[in-house]
């Protein structure tokens, strides 16, 4: 998180260690060649001078010898003092803290494989959030915005497979570092149509076979995006205006719809599992004797193969290897589902 404020402190912290690695074996280099010192008594002489703590003489310098002490002195007063500062800003600023955090948040992303991107965490990319942790999937956050970004930290630092990432979505290197290469999805909800398209084309030339899903703010974006390379297209506009007029023609399915999102009283959930994550045992089956209903209270509303969907399945439909189940529930059904049938 902030990585960009943290690389630069730890360029500090290396220019600095850096910087005073040279001047040590400036000494040595010159104390050997102008006082003609062996390698002990030069490093003696050189750490005298470095610690600015005074020194005994190893012997009487020569003239050539004072004045390269002189200007040795100098030269290490300004590398020490640019070299304390910068390691009293690191113990009392928590520039430490924040290397460390850094690269503890770097391993979680590392990890990472076949997670999920959202980029932007504006009104939709902070309810895609919202979904994904209520599901339990991992996924990393790309936001620039330093108030939107800590809004997201407020939320979700800390939580187990949850990379927050602050930086440009449309540059290739943020996204390198939110783990695109091994991603799964992304989802670019940005607040301007060129930066959707933009984050689209380059997830699609870094991770050919990464699932793009894209926001337009206006209708004629859409087509761009799609021929961007972009599975989905959603334009939050038009999907508002379809709920309120629904609202009025279909209030009472609008209402059930409410109630999938987590509105009401009585809190349903959609929720799909492919045959082959089922436990052996129960592949190659069919839904009657599966007893899915019977078991654990979720409704099979519709099964996936080959040819497509199939709503309302008979009980006779057979689940193989290759189809998808569609399950609706409660949150303690869906749960004792996802426990008895899957294998994980």
Do not use: W
């Not at 689209?200 to 793009?212: M, S, Y």
């Not at 492919?274 to 409704?299: A, H, P």
Request: charged share 20%; aromatic share 10%; glycine share 8%.
């Amino acid at each position: 998180m902030a990585s960009t404020n943290v690389f630069s402190k730890l360029k500090q912290f290396f220019i600095a260690f850096g910087l005073f690695a040279l001047s040590v074996i400036s000494g040595l280099i010159g104390f050997q060649i102008i006082e003609g010192y062996g390698f002990s008594d030069a490093f003696y002489m050189t750490m005298m001078v470095v610690s600015t703590t005074g020194m005994n003489e190893v012997r009487h310098l020569s003239d050539s010898g004072r004045a390269f002490v002189s200007i040795y002195l100098i030269f290490n007063l300004l590398i020490f003092g640019y070299f304390i500062s910068v390691v009293t800003s690191y113990i009392f600023e928590g520039g430490l803290q924040e290397v460390f955090k850094n690269y503890m948040t770097h391993r979680v992303a590392n990890k990472m494989k076949d997670h999920t991107i959202v980029c932007g965490y504006g009104r939709n990319g902070s309810k895609a959030c919202e979904e994904l942790f209520r599901s339990n999937m991992q996924f990393a956050i790309i936001e620039k915005d330093p108030q939107k970004l800590q809004e997201a930290i407020n939320l979700y630092e800390n939580k187990r497979n949850i990379y927050i990432l602050e930086g440009d979505a449309t540059s290739d290197e943020v996204l390198i570092d939110a783990g695109v290469k091994k991603a799964k999805t992304i989802i670019s909800t940005l607040g301007e149509d060129a930066d959707n398209v933009f984050v689209t084309l380059t997830a699609r030339e870094l991770n050919p076979h990464i699932k793009i899903i894209a926001k337009a703010i206006k209708e004629s974006a859409v087509p761009k995006l799609m021929r961007a390379g972009a599975h989905h297209v959603v334009v939050p506009e038009i999907i508002g205006g379809t709920h309120m007029a629904s609202l009025v023609t279909r209030p009472d399915v609008i209402e059930f719809l409410s109630m999938l999102n987590g509105v009401g009283s009585t809190e349903l959930r959609l929720e799909e599992m492919k045959v082959i994550d089922m436990k052996d045992e129960f592949q190659g089956k069919d839904i009657k004797e599966l007893n899915v209903r019977g078991l654990t209270g979720v409704n099979i509303i519709a099964y996936k193969d080959l040819d497509g969907f199939v709503f309302n399945p008979t009980p006779e439909t057979i689940l193989e290897t290759g189809g998808v189940v569609i399950v609706l529930g409660t949150e303690n059904e869906i749960r004792t589902f996802m426990s008895y049938f899957g294998k994980y």
